[in-house]
């Protein structure tokens, strides 16, 4: 090799984090250990998740991500979100969704997608007080993404909007902003929770993230200005499944956050009960079971670190993102399984925390598409399209 050879730098590991990296992390750490923590079972109980924590999640910067600085957001990288729903998700999934839709859905969609006016009337608001709901779902239109019923008709300078969306994460909380896609040459608009002929309609009763609302949206002609549309007309199609893919790795980072956080109730738990006169920790078949966890839970994060990192990087990533959903919510499955098994009957009851992350993961394998429309992405692309 001449002395003129140009060299890349080594390669660093994928958990070595920048100091700002670091800072952030830890900081929300330390929120979720101290605010989030004291109030996880009471919302999961009661099925509604603290107003007064969102509006902290604001004044932490987390729900503005990636907005540049300008509009008043936090200026950060794709990475920093990953982070953040990662950290929260380990104390509780449902206050990593409303990060995570708000970050790697509404605001990406806006980041992408929105004119010059359009991010300067709502990327301030997201920033600061509003937040968001991604609405792509209908009864009829799951997997079939596309097989969508709501209707987009213009009138005059309006589009008049008429249908239903069915499951839509964060649909209570949400401020102001919807995009919600149209029909037939997909069109996605940005509606407001104002506009005349909108309402939120049932909230679903649902087996885990209990405080993440996820309700129905209802459009009675639903009048939105035509300055609402978010990139072009027609072509919806495209803003949500590419906003969808960034968005999976976000999944990811819930089911590997979650995971983390039922592992360390598990290994606690596991040092401190004592059966045969020792901790069940000393008998090597709860020692293995900890350390498959944790080999697991490591695959999972530098999954989610790696995809994120190469969204950072401006190189392609559907395929790294797919899998990574896919990877982790299998992970976050057998890791919260497990976890219940190590406290034993304890771990069954609703006194203990781990069968609220079992629960918790499940949706992990069915929002942002399921578990086999990973893989069908995951097939097309390792099979060259064939
Ligand atoms: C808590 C929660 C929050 C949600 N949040 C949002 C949100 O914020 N915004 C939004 O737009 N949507 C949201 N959704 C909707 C979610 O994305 C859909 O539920 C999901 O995409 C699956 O659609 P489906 O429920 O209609 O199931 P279906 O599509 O009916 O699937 C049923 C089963 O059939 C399988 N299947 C279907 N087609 C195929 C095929 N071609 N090959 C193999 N298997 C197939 C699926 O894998 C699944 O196992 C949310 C859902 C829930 C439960």
Redesign the pocket.
Known sequence: MSDTTLQLPAPLPLTTFSEDEILFRDNIRQFADDKLRPLVKEMDEKGVFDHHLIQQFFQLGLMGIEIPEQYGGGGGKFFEAILAVEEMSRVDASAGVIVD?QNTLVNNALLRWANDEQKKRYLPRMASDTCG?????EAG?????FALQTRAELKGNDYVLSGR??????AKEAGTVDPAAGYRGITAFIVEKEFPGFTVGKK?D?LG?RA?S?CELILEDCRVPKSNILGEAGKGYKIAIETLNEGRIGIGAQMAGLARGAWEYAAKYAQERKQFGKTIADFQGIQFQIAQMATEIEAARLMVYNAARMKDAGVPFVKEAAMTKLFCSQVAERVTSLAIEIYGGYGFTKDYPVEKYWRDSK?GK????????QL?TIAKLVLGGK
Request: without cysteine; glycine residues 6%.
């Open positions: 839709v709901a991604y609405a792509l779902s239109s799951g997997s079939d993404a969306k069915l499951w839509i994460t964060n679903e649902k993230i993440s996820t949706i069915i929002y942002e598409g399921t578990s086999n429309m069908a």
